[in-house]
Nanobody, 115 residues
Framework: QVQLVESGGGLVQPGGSLRLSCAVSVNILIIDAMGWYRQPPGKQRELVARLTSGGSTNYADSVKGRFTIARDNAKNAVYLQMNSLKPEDTAIYYC?????????WGQGTQVTVPS
């Protein structure tokens, strides 16, 4: 069982930055892949960024060059650095972990960028 707890969401003006954190309850080195997803109001959940155990990353086209996913193995944590935020980034952001074919999710953290 993997438990994930997000933090760091909030209200930020357009052009601003936020860093989301995800605390992982197990040794992060055993996790196959970590990811950040988001669900905008009235829309489906979508992948934002993904980081595999081997260090490969992929990003949604809409966030490339603005968002960065990273992990701290010593702290068993994953981060999402979000820069140049736009109103369309407004969503609930979820941390995810995939391990041995199972997907785990955090409770989500709200990010709001007013227009």
């Amino acid at each position: 069982q993997v438990q994930l707890v997000e933090s760091g969401g909030g209200l930020v003006q357009p052009g601003g930055s936020l860093r989301l954190s995800c605390a992982v309850s197990v040794n992060i080195l055993i996790i196959d892949a970590m990811g950040w997803y988001r669900q905008p109001p009235g829309k489906q959940r979508e992948l934002v960024a993904r980081l595999t155990s081997g260090g490969s990353t992929n990003y949604a086209d809409s966030v490339k060059g603005r968002f960065t996913i990273a992990r701290d193995n010593a702290k068993n944590a994953v981060y999402l650095q979000m820069n140049s935020l736009k109103p369309e980034d407004t969503a609930i952001y979820y941390c995810s972990a995939r391990n041995l074919g199972h997907d785990y999710w955090g409770q989500g953290t709200q990010v709001t960028v007013p227009s």
